[in-house]
C-alpha cells in the first residue's frame, strides 16, 4: 500500500506540475478551444488553486508517510522543499518570468537532488 501512496503522489504531483504548465499557454489553448483549468479558471485563480494544491498534497503526504508508516522524517521531510519551488515557480510566473515554467518543468531533478541531500544527512 505504501507504494500506491507514492504513486499517487508523484500522479497528483505530476498533475499540479501540468496545470502550472498549462498557463503559458492559455491564449494558445483558448484560440483551440482546450478546456484547461487555467483557460477556465483563468492565470491567477489557477495560481491560486495551485498554492492551496501544493500545500495540501504535500503536507498530506508527509503526515501520512510519517504518522502512519513512521518512515523517517528526514526522507519524507525532503519532500517538503517542493512546496518553496512551487511557491518561487508561482511568483515566477506572477511576474511573466518564462523561468518559472523550466524551473517547474525540471520538478524531478530538483526531487532526486533533495532525496540525496537527506539521504546524505
Known amino acids: 500500500i505504501q507504494l500506491i501512496v507514492l504513486f499517487l503522489l508523484i500522479f497528483l ?6 496545470i502550472f504548465l498549462d498557463i503559458k499557454d492559455i491564449a494558445g489553448d483558448k484560440k483551440i478551444g482546450f478546456k484547461t483549468i487555467p483557460v477556465i479558471l483563468g ?7 495551485l498554492k492551496f494544491a501544493s500545500l495540501l498534497t504535500t503536507l498530506t503526504f508527509v ?11 528526514m526522507l519524507t521531510l525532503a519532500i517538503l522543499p517542493t512546496i518553496f519551488i512551487d511557491f518561487y515557480c508561482i511568483y515566477l510566473a506572477q511576474k511573466n518570468s518564462y523561468s518559472a515554467y523550466l524551473i517547474k518543468g525540471g520538478e524531478y ?4 537532488f533533495l532525496i540525496i541531500i537527506a539521504k546524505m544527512i
Open 43 to 49: 492565470k491567477e485563480k489557477s495560481l491560486t488553486l
Open 109 to 112: 531533478i530538483w526531487w532526486a
Open 63 to 73: 503526515i501520512i508517510f510519517s504518522c502512519f508508516w513512521h518512515i523517517f522524517p
Open 13 to 18: 504531483k505530476t498533475w499540479l506540475m501540468q
